[in-house]
């Protein structure tokens, strides 16, 4: 059965409307959490500002557990406790949970590679200057690093819509979700191109915001 074009268009922009909403929150709660887990990571490593082996290596362990399963697994995997944190397993809501989660420990990755990076000398003289470990990590790691993580982020972004669309294919909504419908289950080739061309778009758009702030922020 062919679509109906003058239906879909508005089906089309909630379905967008929804792929940014997850897409953003997404980022917005990984990033902050990610964040926090990162510079942890870093300051535990040995040798640095809080060194602490067993904190290290669990975060490690934890991170090298998660990063390597493929989203559509997690968000399968995860469901029973999705449905304990947002009282459902479909919807947007409900699809942003295991992404936050996976994407949480990506981020942390992110994050510690880029501060480990830093020029040690800088942190030597932040220390000579009498700077503590926090003061250090907020004023002087994260500044020098910021431009790369900006970089990071960006990568995560795109990875983002590309989770968006696969949670779209198990109940998430969004334009993943219609394309399944819509394209996939219809047997409706131009419903699939035009989703495809969506998801293209805001690959595109994600890429081009990242790398335009990135360069603003390596040229300061």
């Known amino acids: 059965m062919k679509v109906d074009w003058n239906v879909f268009w508005p089906k089309l922009a909630d379905a967008t409307g929804q792929t940014v909403y997850m897409v953003l929150v997404t980022l917005l709660l990984s990033s902050a959490l990610g964040l926090v887990l990162g510079l942890l990571l870093y300051a535990t490593r040995k040798g640095n500002l809080l060194q602490n082996r067993a904190v290290f290596s669990l975060l490690n362990l934890l991170i090298n557990l998660v990063r390597p399963v493929p989203f559509i697994i997690a968000i399968v995997a995860m469901a029973p406790l999705t ?5 459902s397993m479909i919807g947007t809501e409900a ?8 994407a949480t420990f990506g981020v ?3 994050v510690e590679n880029n501060l480990v990076a830093v020029e040690p000398g800088v942190i030597e ?5 009498g700077a503590g470990p926090v003061r250090i990590i907020l004023t002087v790691l994260v500044p020098e690093a910021l431009g790369p993580l900006i970089l990071g982020l ?3 972004l795109v990875a983002l819509i590309d ?3 696969v949670a779209g294919t198990v109940g998430g909504g969004g334009v993943g979700n219609l394309a399944m419908t819509y394209g996939y289950l219809r047997f409706d080739t131009s419903v699939m191109v035009v989703t495809v061309a969506v998801l293209i778009v805001l690959v595109q758009i994600a890429q081009l915001a990242g790398n335009l702030l990135a360069r603003k922020v390596l040229r300061r």
Do not use: D, L, N, Q
């Open 108 to 110: 942390a990755r992110i």
């Open 95 to 102: 699809a942003i949970f295991p992404m936050v989660v996976v």
């Open 125 to 129: 003289a932040a220390r000579a200057m």
């Open 163 to 165: 989770f968006s669309a």
């Open 83 to 87: 449905r304990a944190v947002t009282g």
């Open 154 to 156: 960006t990568f995560i």
